[in-house]
């Protein structure tokens, strides 16, 4: 639908005049674009001379006949007023070369799937939506003499597509760590990503389909395995059973690892890739940067690790009274029934097992339900506290005196994380949420997050648990493929982690620093598209690119082009649709368009799948009187090729101010635009975007004049007032 929008626009506007005037009323309301027939045109006819008006009639009729659009009639020009400054000559853009060059022209089709009964053209799943399922037991064992996990995993897989598979791929991230993997050549070892010389990956063995055995091809990380009967399609199953261990890397690529005896273990057990209605089996391998895509479903795993150690995992801990003290589980249970911070395992009870060994062994049982993965940690001496929101369980692991003091408040923290997420989107629908420091400087996980070990400053933690906390929404409830498109998980995160730092702390903004980081990367050379997958992004522009960039232009959407009101209504319409599901790129615009009403094309084009920059100039202010009014000319210049629409304050010679809009379709097939205001008094000054929320790289071009101050950047983020919606679940699809 908005391709054929845009294509049909593409045709419409082949005729349309370069240089465009809009009447706006001294309210700042746009009037029309005017034409045959209106009192303004009339107006200024009677005014003209005979010939000048006959050759006006004429071009008038000639731009209705032949489907121009309706224009301002030009109308005698009265001397300016002595504080004027004459407009600069105009220069017309010309037409777009090619359909390709032309910023309201559609985007990839490819990524623009055509709308069907498993997608529709609203942004929803359809009536046909199906995705596959996944569900694993696992025990495992963490031996700490010579650093490995050993385990064993069952997975049992539904197909619910309508194809037949013959075949089917799983994921083994650990085989990044293999000698010569495809990873290790990507990203330099010493990296944030990189190997650093670290030999590992899986060694699996028995593998069986349904108490067969079988023999897997494994190419780098991933390994497909042919199936000897067929899986059936719409709800067909098979199990699929192995053994393996792995040796557990020091520097995980900063996704898991170890330090000292501190273990932070995640992409632990085979994982099957995820087969979708967009592009079937997704086999990019696993190279360090780009992040995760995994289907839904429950997660059994047991853990044995020494009598000594502490696991925090993803899920609800089965046996609880098994492995702590009476005194510990007493704590733990009175946690989950408080807002107060308890320590279910105080310091005291810590630093006594620092350096302590434990004769024998514990088994620690988690069971996590609807999710897409699972991880864990294990240490001997952790410090665990507690508390709880709204029935959700709060925790903090933290080893000390290697964690700072911040880590005390960090329970609190992840609290203030999850209640603020629930209150903007959806709530929380897990049973717990946990935060533990260690040697990753920042992952997610569900119900699970690792965080850097922080000072005494507990601000030197809160981003970063707020922003791994803030993944539980994108991409864990919200399941996109991280892989491919990155700005999806963390994009969305840091576009809401405004919020959540601007309520936090009163009086900051966001955006500026996100703007910062974009034009940093512009100005370097390192940019891509938002659409480019995450392993393609150079990996020092990764924090703008997939991170700061779409918060910054999603910030913008919503203050300057959809309203905040109406970005909020679509944000939350987007994760109740997808909540547990797998959303496109697609499915998040046309959600976005269904709920505001508005037809996006050039924004996503423009901020999406291009790199250039914004920067609308105001080149010159004419004062003129028409028919007994003042009349203030503002000519406009859009001075690279994304359109946007404008926003500008005008200060009179009172010193009063008014706020004018302009719509993005001033831009149509045009780089320049002359805006035909009425107002009470002589302009003394112009600025554009008093909202400073708006990505425009050039703030020198957005002023003239004495111009009217901005706005104060109260918080990029203000505004959000709809309630949350319920996690999807029975009676509440």
């Not at 615009?589 to 037809?599: A, K, L, M």
Request: overall charge neutral; some cysteine.
């Amino acid at each position: 639908m908005i391709r054929d929008k845009l294509r049909a626009e593409s045709v419409a506007i082949s005729r349309r005049p370069r240089l465009r005037r809009l009447t706006v009323d001294d309210r700042g309301r746009a009037l029309s674009l005017l034409g045959c027939g209106s009192r303004h045109q009339t107006r200024a006819s009677r005014a003209l001379p005979a010939a000048q008006a006959l050759l006006l009639v004429a071009a008038l009729f000639s731009a209705a006949c032949f489907g121009g659009p309706q224009v301002v009639t030009p109308v005698l020009v009265a001397p300016r007023f002595a504080n004027s400054a004459p407009p600069p000559p105009v220069t017309v853009m010309r037409p777009p070369a090619s359909v390709a060059d032309d910023p309201f022209h559609g985007v990839d089709p490819f990524d623009w799937p055509s709308p069907s009964r498993v997608r529709t053209a609203s942004g929803a799943p359809g009536p046909e939506y199906w995705q596959q399922r996944a569900d694993y037991t696992i025990a495992a064992t963490l031996d700490t003499t010579d650093k490995t996990v050993r385990g064993t995993v069952s997975i049992r897989y539904t197909n619910n597509s309508p194809d037949t598979l013959r075949f089917v791929w799983l994921q083994l991230d650990q085989n990044l760590y293999k000698p010569g993997s495809k990873g290790s050549f990507v990203f330099p070892p010493q990296s944030r990503f990189g190997v650093r010389g670290f030999q590992g990956g899986f060694d699996i063995t028995g593998l069986q389909v349904n108490g067969r055995g079988t023999a897997g091809k494994i190419d780098d990380t991933m390994m497909r395995i042919d199936l000897d009967t067929p899986l059936l399609p719409k709800g067909g199953q098979l199990t699929i059973g192995m053994q393996y261990s792995f040796a557990v890397p020091e520097h995980g690529s900063d996704r898991m690892g170890r330090d000292s005896s501190l273990y932070l273990i995640a992409q632990w057990y085979p994982r099957m890739a995820v087969y979708d209605d967009a592009r079937g089996w997704n086999t990019e391998p696993y190279l360090g940067q780009g992040e995760f895509y995994l289907d839904y479903g429950d997660i059994d795993y047991t853990v044995t690790v020494p009598a000594g150690f502490v696991v925090a995992g993803s899920g609800t801990l089965q046996n609880g009274r098994d492995v702590l003290t009476t005194a510990q589980a007493d704590r733990l249970d009175r946690a989950s029934r408080t807002a107060s911070v308890i320590q279910v395992v105080t310091a005291n009870e810590a630093a006594a097992k620092r350096g302590r060994t434990i004769s024998g062994a514990k088994s620690w049982h988690f069971r996590a339900e609807r999710v897409r993965d699972v991880a864990w940690a294990a240490a001997p001496d952790f410090r665990w506290d507690a508390t709880s929101w709204d029935g959700v369980l709060m925790q903090a692991l933290y080893q000390s005196p290697k964690s700072g003091q911040a880590w005390e408040s960090a329970a609190e923290q992840t609290q203030w994380a999850i209640r603020t997420y629930s209150d903007l989107w959806m709530r929380y629908p897990y049973p717990q949420a946990t935060s533990v420091a260690g040697s990753v400087s920042g992952m997610e996980y569900p119900m699970l997050v690792m965080v850097g070990y922080g000072t005494g400053d507990p601000s030197s933690i809160f981003s970063t648990i707020d922003h791994e906390q803030g993944h539980e929404w994108f991409p864990m409830i919200v399941g996109s493929n991280e892989r491919r498109h990155a700005w999806m998980d963390e994009g969305f995160n840091t576009f809401q982690n405004a919020f959540s730092n601007e309520r936090r702390n009163p009086g900051t903004a966001a955006f500026p620093a996100y703007l910062s980081s974009w034009r940093q990367t512009v100005e370097n050379g390192r940019q891509s598209p938002l659409m480019t997958p995450a392993d393609r992004i150079d990996p020092d522009a990764l924090g703008a690119i997939a991170y700061r960039k779409p918060g910054a232009v999603l910030l913008a959407l919503r203050t300057a082009v959809v309203g905040r009101e109406t970005m909020d209504r679509a944000m939350r319409e987007y994760v109740r649709r997808w909540a547990f599901k797998h959303p496109t790129p697609a499915d998040f615009f046309r959600t976005v368009e269904n709920v505001s009403g508005e037809d996006l094309g050039w924004f996503w084009r423009a901020f999406f799948y291009g790199t250039d920059v914004l920067d609308i100039a105001v080149d010159g202010v004419t004062m003129r009187q028409a028919a007994g009014e003042n009349v203030v000319e503002i000519h406009l210049r859009r001075a690279t090729s994304i359109p946007f629409p404008v926003i500008m304050r005008l200060k009179l010679d009172d010193r009063s101010t008014t706020d004018i809009r302009l719509p993005v379709e001033i831009w149509t097939r045009t780089d320049r635009y002359v805006a035909t205001i009425p107002v009470r008094r002589a302009v003394v000054g112009v600025r554009l975007w008093p909202d400073p929320s708006v990505p425009d790289v050039n703030s020198a071009n957005d002023v003239w004049g004495d111009a009217p101050l901005p706005d104060t950047q109260a918080g990029s983020a203000a505004g959000s007032s709809s309630p949350s919606v319920r996690p999807p679940g029975p009676g509440n699809p």
